[in-house]
């Protein structure tokens, strides 16, 4: 290798490992490692075009969405729909599974760790309530809200950035780039999507649960509904999809200026209404995560710029020699893995061009299957262990202040198995519709 790209390697696996070894401090760390290599280029990455090579679309939908999560968490519908549900049902375990499917579809729409915050103090509540552990409940609420993160291209970065460069069609030797709009994580190109196979795992994962928790045979107690303080930001969320659904079938940059259209929409609102508080979720918005976002496009520009891209490319080719079905396996079971322990946002914009790169070596007329392999393996990997995504930290960090405390196999003992199915049935069904 030559000098530029062994201090790419260098400094990407330095930033990888600080990840790894910290949650903390991650959008410093991916910044230090761009000046990093910058300096190491000596003028061949120019500041323009590492400007040029972040996503502002991806950053524009996840601005404007995870503002209009806070507005929507504030205006306590959430807090809602769980008191709804539990007041319907028999037994504390099927409460908590339940309300761990609430979870699950509040992520569709709502960020993860916002999600977890809002239903976490029902789960430890009930547990209270009939003086058992919260640990299995908390460990529940954390997966299930990672699940359906992947189904809509809303739900999570790795969706997001799926949907804005990751799809390309081969032809006469070539890449040609497409873009997947709101209604193709669906149904595109005439079968069903990514939303059904999400949900065919969603399926599998909560019968896992439904098993750790039919043991809970307490009786529920009726608690009180809580009152919703406005249906306004529901109103601006459900306006902002279908905003999404129109937009991105007509120019994909238009959904970011839509995102952070109705977002500012929403702040004006809540600003007329409640200053203090408005200025309380501005203050609590994730600035250091969009900061990260960004700059996981520029140091993977950095990757292919240096030909570390397709050196990956050549070692998984020739590892799965021409063999579609071994390429799937690997890509899927291999991001598994490797997400379990690493931030998924990396390591999926990172693999996009890789897939690619294979599925034209294959002769393949397109990188669907592979590119949607990688996807449902990134993104359910990290439910095996507690420090695989960001949900499952957060609802460790709870339980800590509660006095709980989760080990490793606490939480890979439901993790582990959840994981596997959701896994299983999600990338059987892309297999089946995409790959056979």
Same mark, same amino acid.
């Given at each position: 290798?030559?000098?530029?790209?062994?201090?790419?390697?260098?400094?990407?696996?330095?930033?990888?490992?600080?990840?790894?070894?910290?949650?903390?401090?991650?959008?410093?760390?991916?910044?230090?490692?761009?000046?990093?290599?910058?300096?190491?280029?000596?003028?061949?990455?120019?500041?323009?075009?590492?400007?040029?090579?972040?996503?502002? =679309?991806?950053? #524009?939908?996840?601005? #404007?969405?995870?503002?209009?999560?806070?507005?929507?968490?504030?205006?306590?519908?959430?807090?809602?729909?769980? /008191?709804?549900?539990? &007041?319907?049902? %028999? $037994?504390?375990?099927?409460?908590?599974?339940?309300?761990?499917? !609430?979870?699950?579809?509040?992520?569709?729409?709502?960020?993860?760790?916002?999600?977890?915050?809002?239903?976490?103090?029902?789960?430890?509540?009930?547990?209270? %309530?009939?003086?058992?552990?919260?640990?299995?409940? !908390?460990?529940?609420?954390?997966?299930?809200?990672?699940? *359906?993160? +992947?189904?809509?291209?809303?739900?999570?970065?790795?969706?997001?950035? !799926?949907?804005? *460069? #990751?799809?390309? /069609?081969?032809?006469?030797? *070539?890449?040609?780039?497409?873009?997947?709009?709101?209604?193709?994580?669906?149904?595109?190109?005439?079968?069903?999507?990514?939303?059904?196979?999400?949900?065919?795992?969603?399926?599998?994962?909560?019968?896992?649960?439904?098993?750790?928790?039919?043991?809970?045979?307490?009786?529920?107690?009726?608690?009180?509904?809580?009152?919703? $303080?406005?249906?306004?930001? $529901?109103?601006?969320?459900?306006?902002?999809?279908?905003?999404?659904?129109?937009?991105?079938?007509?120019?994909?940059?238009?959904?970011?200026?839509?995102?952070?259209?109705?977002?500012?929409?929403?702040?004006?609102?809540?600003?007329?209404? /409640?200053?203090?508080? =408005?200025?309380?979720?501005?203050? %609590?918005?994730?600035?250091? $995560? +969009?900061?990260?976002?960004? #700059?996981?496009?520029?140091?993977?520009?950095?990757? *292919?710029?240096?030909?570390?891209?397709?050196?990956?490319?050549?070692?998984?080719?020739?590892?799965?020699?021409?063999?579609?079905? !071994?390429?799937?396996?690997?890509?899927?079971?291999?991001?598994?893995?490797?997400?379990?322990?690493? /931030?998924?946002?990396?390591?999926?914009?990172?693999?996009?061009?890789?897939?690619?790169?294979?599925?034209?070596?294959?002769?393949?007329? &397109?990188?669907?299957?592979?590119?949607?392999?990688?996807?449902?393996?990134?993104?359910?990997?990290?439910?095996?262990?507690?420090?695989?995504?960001?949900?499952?930290?957060?609802?460790?960090?709870?339980? %800590?202040?509660?006095?709980?405390?989760?080990?490793?196999?606490?939480?890979?003992?439901?993790?582990?198995?959840?994981?596997?199915?959701? =896994?299983?049935?999600?990338?059987?069904?892309?297999?089946?519709?995409?790959?056979?």
């Amino acid at each position: 290798m030559d000098q530029y790209k062994t201090a790419v390697v260098v400094i990407f696996c330095a930033v990888y490992l600080f990840l790894v070894l910290s949650k903390k401090y991650r959008a410093r760390a991916i910044w230090i490692g761009i000046v990093a290599i910058y300096l190491f280029s000596r003028g061949r990455l120019r500041l323009v075009e590492m400007f040029l090579n972040v996503n502002w =679309t991806v950053l #524009g939908i996840f601005a #404007g969405t995870l503002i209009l999560a806070e507005l929507f968490i504030e205006s306590k519908v959430p807090v809602l729909l769980s /008191d709804w549900i539990i &007041n319907r049902t %028999r $037994t504390v375990g099927m409460a908590m599974l339940w309300v761990c499917i !609430l979870s699950s579809l509040l992520s569709i729409a709502v960020e993860n760790v916002a999600t977890v915050l809002i239903v976490a103090p029902i789960a430890i509540a009930l547990s209270k %309530r009939i003086n058992v552990s919260p640990v299995p409940f !908390l460990i529940g609420i954390s997966i299930s809200s990672n699940l *359906q993160g +992947t189904a809509t291209l809303i739900g999570d970065p790795p969706s997001m950035i !799926l949907a804005a *460069q #990751g799809i390309f /069609d081969i032809k006469d030797g *070539q890449l040609v780039h497409r873009v997947m709009n709101f209604f193709q994580f669906f149904w595109f190109h005439g079968k069903p999507s990514i939303f059904f196979a999400v949900q065919v795992g969603a399926v599998l994962s909560f019968a896992v649960l439904y098993l750790f928790y039919r043991r809970y045979k307490q009786s529920t107690d009726r608690v009180e509904v809580e009152h919703v $303080t406005s249906w306004v930001p $529901t109103i601006l969320l459900s306006l902002m999809i279908v905003a999404l659904a129109i937009t991105t079938t007509i120019r994909f940059w238009m959904a970011g200026v839509v995102c952070m259209i109705a977002a500012l929409v929403g702040v004006l609102w809540s600003a007329r209404r /409640d200053w203090s508080g =408005t200025k309380t979720i501005l203050k %609590r918005y994730d600035y250091s $995560t +969009t900061a990260f976002l960004a #700059g996981v496009f520029i140091i993977v520009h950095a990757l *292919q710029d240096a030909g570390v891209i397709q050196d990956i490319a050549d070692y998984i080719h020739g590892t799965v020699g021409s063999s579609p079905v !071994l390429a799937y396996i690997f890509v899927v079971w291999f991001s598994v893995l490797f997400s379990a322990v690493v /931030d998924n946002v990396p390591y999926i914009t990172a693999m996009l061009p890789v897939v690619a790169d294979v599925s034209m070596r294959m002769g393949m007329p &397109n990188n669907y299957l592979l590119a949607f392999g990688l996807l449902i393996g990134s993104c359910l990997g990290g439910n095996i262990t507690h420090i695989g995504a960001s949900a499952n930290i957060v609802s460790i960090g709870i339980l %800590r202040r509660e006095g709980h405390h989760v080990s490793f196999w606490d939480f890979a003992k439901i993790g582990l198995p959840f994981t596997i199915a959701a =896994t299983i049935g999600g990338s059987l069904f892309i297999w089946f519709f995409w790959g056979a």
